[in-house]
């Protein structure tokens, strides 16, 4: 199935007016999954300033009009909550955890393994790191005796996250995990916008091949929008705009799970460096990044019918807002619904009017 880009208008609206897109299930949304940090402006997990409750579900709900998943960094203090969170809206998620050879990896792993012995279906795996063997090459039994010990635990799922070179030159991690999170960024190794994506797909198809038993997800993959260039690679909105677009359709294309990185900038990074902080598809007050807006807009507007309703493609319990206009110009909302439950067409009501008039409809965040 291919599934077209929602295109992003304003902090609130995703253009949603695709009429003959086919949904395959109803699992199905815009995008098949998203990093997720919730650390807002004046936030970092490193001055221990962490997000709300609020905060975070409000995310959650942004999150769950995109994307059917999640995965997630860390499990220590609130961050420990998300995966909750989740079930309380049917959102699927990946929670993990930070291990670097250091004092504290001990009491994460920990809090990995209570968070897997939660009541929660939505938990469908547990990642042990993040890049870790990237960082400490020689750590590679430290790294399956922690996998062991949380698949032990918890009886879940355990997998790890690292480059694709890493699955490539460490067959025993392949070996040890129960599914491969691979992240391939085109960016860092310097590649041009117009070869990124395809890119990005090389790699990942180059770990299936190598691991064809063992499910596997790109688990980071995207573009800056802003920062310095690396080599060949430029970041721009411009830029990221193309790059999403590409390595979408590529997926699909592929039959490649995904998740992008990431759904919220996060402006703690740039104490990093300066393209660290910017590689949401929404900035850090949670506003659609322009020009994203128009990515993939339908080119067909509704009109009015006859019978004073019209069916149209949906995801279910998604929210949508509808919008009139008599010029096709100038619009305004006038009504909302939400996704039917166990189809992807909802049929939609219409006020009677005589006088010609435009509609559209957009998934609401």
């Known amino acids: 199935m291919y599934r077209r880009f929602l295109s992003l208008s304003g902090a609130v609206l995703l253009a949603a007016a695709f009429l003959n897109l086919v949904f ?3 699992s199905s949304k815009p995008f098949q999954g998203f990093c997720f940090g919730p650390f807002r402006t004046g936030q970092s997990p490193e001055t221990g300033s962490f997000p709300s409750e609020a905060q975070i579900r409000q995310d959650l709900d942004i999150i769950k009009q995109l994307s059917p998943k999640i995965r997630t960094y860390g499990v220590d203090r609130i961050l420990g909550n998300i995966p909750g969170y989740c079930k ?6 990946y929670p993990g955890t930070w291990i670097n050879n250091a004092s504290y990896d001990a009491a994460n792993i920990q809090l990995l393994i209570d968070v897997g012995n939660q009541n929660n279906d939505n938990i469908k795996g547990l990642v042990v790191g993040n890049e870790y063997l990237y960082r400490n090459s020689s750590s590679l039994n430290t790294l399956i005796a922690h996998i062991n010990n949380v698949r032990n635990q918890t009886g879940r799922p355990v997998g790890a996250s690292e480059q694709w070179h890493i699955w490539r030159d460490y067959p025993a991690l392949a070996d040890a995990v129960d599914f491969i999170f691979v992240h391939t960024h085109p960016y860092w190794e310097g590649q041009h916008i ?3 994506a395809a890119y990005a797909m090389q790699r990942r198809n180059e770990i299936a091949a190598l691991y064809s038993g063992k499910p596997i997800t790109v688990s980071e993959v995207g573009w800056p929008s802003a920062g310095g260039a690396y080599g060949n690679a430029v970041p721009s909105i411009t830029n990221q705009k193309k790059f999403l677009e590409d390595f979408v359709l590529l ?3 592929n039959d490649a799970d995904y998740m992008l990185f990431e759904i919220f900038d996060e402006p703690w990074k740039t104490y990093y460096s300066e393209v660290e902080g910017h590689w949401g598809v ?3 007050y949670r506003q659609s990044k322009s020009p994203l807006t128009g990515i993939l ?3 067909v507007e509704i009109k009015s019918m006859k019978s004073g309703s019209m069916d149209v493609s949906s995801y279910e319990d998604s929210k949508y807002v509808i919008q009139h206009s008599f010029d096709g110009k100038t619009w305004s909302n006038i009504d909302e619904f939400a996704g039917a439950v166990g189809t992807n067409t909802t049929n939609v009501a219409l006020p009677d009017i005589s006088a ?9 965040l």
């Open 282 to 284: 929404m900035d850090a």
């Open 88 to 93: 309380d809206i049917g959102l699927d998620i």
């Open 194 to 196: 117009n070869n990124a």
């Open 297 to 299: 807009q339908s080119d």
């Open 24 to 26: 395959a299930d109803l």
């Open 251 to 253: 997926a699909e294309q």
């Open 356 to 364: 010609r008039e435009f509609f559209r409809y957009f998934l609401r």
